[in-house]
């Protein structure tokens, strides 16, 4: 044998670390939803707006919502990677829109539930911070690290900002959808085709010029199936 941890295995020994190493620390208290449990994989789904015929939702899951003592209520956000450069990794999210994206939400859903013992606990959005806690993979369990980033806030202003684009952005869909227009590829031009680690999955298609080319990399490299954000991977 190779001497190496099958996946599972691996899986395993890392969790089990992680749970000694940084849960059992209890620098934190639980967060409790309306039914008494643990506040772990919150769904939402937030209506943002009707233009004619089409309605907007925001939808998404949050990992874990927790209390940090002395620090108010916290969004906790799960990533594994394998990159080396920690801090670098963590430094990044203080501008990604997936911590503004959930603490907006929150601010939409205290207004949906005014008489939610557990979304009132964020009425204070702007005490509302955010975490990610990062699993830096290595080839064996014991050499995994485990780090988490600064607490990030957004404050009032930046969630009208961020509001009024989400808005922006679904007038224009709606208009493309209503005038019969497909959404353009953009990424071709502002370089989001090109992630960390290399193009985006669908590159190869978009690279292609011609249409039945480009049929047959979709059908030999997806599944075709309805997008549910709420349920990622059924």
Known sequence: TSGRDS??????????????????????????DDKKQAAAEITFSVPLCEIGDITFVLQGTIDLLLNIINGGPNILDYKTTSSWKQDEFLHKFVLDPQV???????????????????????????????????IFLKSKPFEC????????????????FYEDYLFQKCAALAEAI?????????????????????????????????????????????????????????
């Open 100 to 134: 503004t994206n959930y603490i907006y939400a929150l601010s939409r859903l205290v207004k949906m539930y005014p008489d939610s013992p557990f979304y009132q606990q964020f009425a204070d959005i702007g005490n509302v911070g955010a975490f990610i806690e990062a």
């Open 7 to 32: 996946p599972l295995e691996h899986c395993k020994a890392t969790a089990l670390r992680y749970w000694e190493e940084c849960w059992e620390k209890k620098n934190f208290n639980p967060i409790l």
């Open 178 to 234: 209503h005038a019969g227009k497909k959404p353009r590829s953009e990424g071709r031009f502002n370089n989001s085709c090109q992630g960390v680690y290399g193009p985006c999955a669908y590159f190869d298609s978009c690279a292609t010029k011609d249409l039945k080319h480009k049929k047959m990399i979709l059908k030999n490299s997806f599944k075709v199936k309805a997008f549910n954000p709420l349920n990622y991977d059924g």
């Open 145 to 160: 690290q485990f780090k988490r980033s600064q607490r990030m806030t957004k404050s009032l202003k930046e969630l009208q």
